[in-house]
């Protein structure tokens, strides 16, 4: 900066993330350009366009359109050095953009419109990057999703497998929870090879592999194989899919539990972890996934309606012309969140009476189950964020008979 040039007092920094490289734009108050600059996802290049934004103002405020991914590197960097940080998604960014000039799109327009979104938008969450255990929850719950959706597809195309020649033992056993089957698959795929073994030996077969109810199993498996006595063409390549299939499910199934041990060690490191779990309904998962997504400081969003909002559990209105009160469910909110306290409120509607009898009074009122657990969710989201706030654990204690007929 040269003697000649003024320093300007409030800018903004609007970045486009991607995988390799990065656009940045600086504007001032005015919507002015400052700086518009491609640099590459590299430690050297991206500090030295943090230094030379820097220096261009005072008062810097930082945009970035991913939260994750390949602007890891930048928003660890900006953290570091203290900076501020908001996210903007990318479909704020889609919407925003059919507002401005010219219907083309490049990175440098897009990083514009992040820079001037922030310095219009007082709305846009602070990127906050957690503490190591929330990163490392992070890292652990994405994986355990990865293997859960494997798990699922496998188990698709197995059954899906098993139909084209052997339906009876398809719809014999269900292969998402019986352990048991999938280790009769890994030996045992067609009604011929069933038959032949019998049920005899084929119990003891799966006792020596520590089958429980082995003598179930088999009797099942053996009366499937009796109601088809048709080998139909490609049997043999399929039963050797199905075989595979089987060993990968049971190999996912392995790893997930594997996963889950980690996940609920980890879980219990965290500070806030006996306060979370205390709650009825949210085990070491469900607080594993809230402490993953929130970083486990209640701070950043400010009030629970503001976390509310996030989860999608504060109804956006929808009214128009004569017609009020018309609410619903915001289009851009944290599936995963709103998943968190939806099952967590599902499971204490059952065992908590605190929140059974909420439950049941929103049932009395005319609501459906879905709109009485998501209002019990709701509810419970204000616990939460109090009894975080004050550090103290759930206690349950069942209503006084007044409010609970209230």
């Given at each position: ?72 590197l ?34 440098a327009?897009?990083a ?49 497998q ?28 067609t ?51 199905v075989?595979?299939?089987?060993r ?9 539990t ?53 989860a ?40 908590c ?54």
């Amino acid at each position: 900066m040269t003697s000649t040039e003024v320093r300007v007092t409030e800018i903004w920094a609007g970045t486009d993330a991607g995988k390799a490289h990065h656009h940045c734009v600086v504007i001032d108050a005015g919507g002015n350009r400052l700086l518009s600059r491609r640099v590459a996802n590299d430690e050297t290049e991206l500090l030295a366009l943090i230094a030379d934004v820097i220096e261009l103002g005072e008062e810097l405020t930082w945009a970035i359109d991913l939260n994750a991914g390949g602007a890891a590197l930048l928003i660890a960097l900006l953290v570091n050095q203290s900076q501020k940080l908001l996210y903007i998604p990318g479909r704020t960014v889609h919407h925003a953009s059919g507002s401005y000039r010219g219907d083309g799109k490049t990175d440098a327009k897009d990083a514009f419109v992040i820079a001037d979104q922030a310095r219009m938008r007082h709305d846009l969450h602070p990127v906050h990057t957690g503490d190591k255990i929330a990163v490392d929850l992070r890292i652990l719950t994405a994986r355990r999703y990865d293997l859960v959706a494997d798990r699922t597809r496998a188990i698709n195309r197995l059954r899906a497998q098993m139909l084209e020649y052997f339906p009876a033992l398809e719809r014999a056993f269900d292969y998402s929870v019986s352990k048991a089957a999938l280790i009769l698959l890994t030996g045992y795929q067609t009604p011929a090879s069933l038959r032949r073994t019998g049920k005899s030996r084929l119990t003891t077969w799966l006792k020596n592999r520590k089958v429980r109810s082995a003598e179930g199993v088999a009797t099942t498996a053996i009366q499937a194989a009796e109601a088809q006595h048709t080998a139909l063409p490609g049997e043999r390549l399929a039963a050797a899919m199905v075989a595979k299939l089987a060993r990968e499910v049971t190999a996912l199934n392995e790893e997930i539990t594997e996963t889950d041990k980690l996940i609920e060690g980890r879980f219990r490191e965290h500070r806030h972890a006996e306060v979370i779990a205390s709650l009825p309904g949210i085990g070491a998962l469900l607080g594993a996934d809230f402490i993953a997504l929130t970083g486990g400081d209640m701070t950043i969003f400010g009030t629970p309606d503001r976390l509310a909002g996030v989860a999608g559990l504060a109804p956006v209105p929808k009214d128009s012309g004569r017609i009020s009160g018309n609410l619903h469910r915001p289009r851009r909110y944290s599936r995963r969140l709103l998943r968190v306290f939806y099952l967590s409120a599902q499971t204490a509607a059952r065992c908590c009476p605190v929140s059974k009898a909420f439950y049941d009074r929103k049932r009395a009122e005319g609501k459906g189950h879905k709109q009485a657990v998501l209002a019990l969710a709701r509810r419970r989201l204000n616990v939460l964020w109090a009894l975080i706030r004050d550090n103290r654990t759930f206690a349950t204690s069942p209503p006084p008979p007044e409010a609970a007929a209230a």
